[in-house]
Every structure is written in structure tokens, then in C-alpha cells.
């Protein structure tokens, strides 16, 4: 049996699936679309379950054309970077996934750029004090949503997320870890 790769990408306008070759010839592949909503200005948002049911459609759909002489070796996932969303502890959405594209914590991001706070987190995490930022998102969320706030049980990306939904743990790895604000980049991992 030929071995062939998933490849899911959950992007900002869309999620889309390849089953890959290794020598790159596309098995199969499908696209499923969702709309971003701006309920104020500054704001961009979108529905995780809306996202989630994208990624399963496409899954299936690449799957379901896919013969008996070739075996799945591996799955992959890549996804927009600086989401945001509140989840209680069984994954449920508890907020609406704030995208990268968000602006609402502008004063936050203004407020601690200029810090000696801000310096150190910027050297330590590499990433930019900016509010597309989950950290400066999540310094919003404490100020203008201390309820909700105190009562997630995590903050996670998009892309946490779907694993969590798909294997049940709640996992990141270090592209988006890093583009947090809160990932020290000097941490020695050996």
C-alpha cells in the first residue's frame, strides 16, 4: 500500500484538506468556506464550531476518495496564527474565536509596548506587543470581560482547538506557542 500524507490548513476565510504523496502528487483535496463577523468596529470574529464542522467536512470529503491501495502515515495541521478564544473545561466555546485581524485591544498594546515590562516580554517571546497579539488580547479580556474572563478555563487558538475536538487533549505546538506574546523563545527544551 502507498502511504500518503493529510494536510489540513484552517485559514482565515476557509479550512482546506490535501491527501499528499511523497513525491507531491495530490490524491485528493477540499475546500469548505466561513464568514468573519465585525459586530463593532475593531472587532473580527468568527464561529469555532462553524470551523470545527469546516474541518470535518473536509476530512471526509478527501477521505471518502481515497482507495483501498493507499494507507493514511500521518496527519498534519496548519492554521492562522494570533486566535483567540475562551473554552471551558471540556472544550466547549465559551467566546467567539477572536482572529488575527482584531484590533480591540489597541489601547492594551499601546498601553504595555512602551514598558520595561513590554521591552522584556518582546526579548523574551520575540513577538511583537501588538494588539493582534493573544497576549494583549488577553490583557483586553481581564479588563472588559473580568467574568468571562475569570471563568475560562483556557484561552486557546483555532488550531487547539480542533485537536482538542479531534484527540481530546488540549495541545499546542511552538509556531503557534511562539506567536503567543507568552512563549519564552530562550526556554532550553533539552
Known sequence: MTPFVLAIDIG???????????????LGSHQSFYPTTYPKPGYAEQ???????AVKEVVNDVLSHITETYT????????????????AIDGKP????????????????AHLRNTDLGRLLHDQ?????????????????????PDQFHLT???????????????GAFLIDHSLASATGLF??????V
Open 125 to 145: 517571546t520575540g513577538t511583537a506587543i501588538h494588539p493582534m497579539s493573544p497576549l494583549c488580547k488577553l490583557l483586553w479580556w481581564k479588563e472588559h470581560e
Open 47 to 53: 464561529n469555532p464550531l462553524q470551523i470545527l464542522e
Open 12 to 26: 482565515t476565510t476557509s479550512t482546506k484538506a490535501l491527501a499528499v504523496l511523497s513525491n507531491g502528487e495530490v
Open 153 to 167: 478555563h483556557k484561552f486557546i487558538s483555532i488550531k487547539e482547538f480542533v485537536i482538542h475536538h479531534l484527540c
Open 184 to 189: 519564552n523563545r530562550h526556554f532550553n527544551l
Open 72 to 87: 493514511l502515515n500521518g496527519i498534519c495541521f496548519s492554521s492562522a496564527m494570533h486566535s483567540l478564544m475562551a473554552v
Open 94 to 109: 465559551l467566546s467567539p474565536l477572536i482572529i488575527w485581524a482584531d484590533t480591540r485591544s489597541k489601547v492594551q498594546a
